[in-house]
């Protein structure tokens, strides 16, 4: 008879964990099935748990679900992004500021945590990691154009020197690089820091494509010939 309660009893556990389980799968793709699900078998829901109570401005319940999400999932630099966002709505700065640093570091293509060390690195005067956090920001083939265009007014202000030097060098010794350069700068730089960054990262040994330059410096040309003529004699080789 005991036997037969185990039995019974372990049937009844392995068919809850296993319901659990598979109820938190589906959270995935419907969130509001997060409640229905007990805590201890939130995985992939726990991050829905987490953004809706921030959602809420519950400060006190979005800290211990984002400290929760992150104790099961880790890995994924939002789930940090969304833990440092908690922490600064508990009034947490410097463990907020902590979380996002982790955040950036994990998750390179990260926009938002690139973003927010970005603009940590303004606050700070720190020009050359705020033209690193650009950088990671340039190459993301999602970013908008105009978010990108913005974020260049503050970074390669005139002025920036530092700034401009540190990019500059980054696009010099990332040939993977030099295309989406030519591409995406004239569009999303000044011209002025357009000619100067270009400048740089050609003396700083950037082999750009002489057709793709070409072709760049006749599109800028479009809104800007002196620009255009000045942009094609910062090309070396060419």
Same mark, same amino acid.
């Given at each position: ?27 995935? #793709? ?13 995985? @992939?829901?726990?991050? /829905? ?7 809420? *401005? ?20 939002? /789930? ?5 966002? !908690? &922490? ?9 500021? #902590?979380?996002?640093?982790? !955040? ?11 973003? %927010? ?8 005067? *720190?020009?050359? &990691? ?12 999602? &970013? ?16 920036? *020197?530092?700034?401009?030097?540190? @990019? ?9 690089? /030099?295309?989406? #350069? ?8 000044? %011209? ?9 990262? %050609? ?24 620009? %255009?003529? !000045? ?8």
């Amino acid at each position: 008879m005991i036997g037969r309660m185990i039995w019974i009893l372990a049937v009844l556990v392995v068919a809850t964990v296993t319901a659990g389980a598979q109820l938190d799968r589906q959270a995935r #793709y419907v969130p509001t099935l997060t409640p229905l699900i007990p805590e201890p078998f939130r995985a @992939f829901s726990q991050r /829905h748990a987490a953004a809706q109570a921030l959602l809420d *401005d519950k400060p006190e319940l979005a800290l211990l679900e984002t400290r929760r999400l992150v104790a099961r999932r880790p890995m994924p630099a939002s /789930h940090l992004r969304l833990l440092s966002i !908690a &922490e600064f709505e508990a009034g947490n700065v410097e463990q907020g500021s #902590y979380a996002i640093q982790l !955040a950036a570091r994990r998750g390179w293509r990260d926009g938002p945590a690139q973003r %927010s060390m970005l603009q940590l690195a303004l606050a700070a005067g *720190d020009e050359a &990691e705020a033209a690193r956090r650009f950088a990671a920001l340039f190459v993301k083939p999602d &970013e908008e154009q105009a978010d990108l265009n913005a974020l260049a007014q503050e970074v390669f202000a005139p002025g920036q *020197d530092n700034a401009r030097a540190v @990019f500059a060098q980054i696009v010099a010794e990332a040939d993977r690089w /030099h295309s989406v #350069y030519l591409r995406k700068a004239p569009a999303v730089l000044s %011209s002025d820091a357009l000619i100067d960054i270009t400048k740089r990262a %050609s003396q700083a040994g950037a082999a750009f494509d002489c057709a793709e330059a070409r072709r760049t410096a006749e599109r800028l040309g479009k809104r800007d010939d002196a620009a %255009s003529q !000045a942009f094609a004699a910062t090309i070396v080789g060419c």
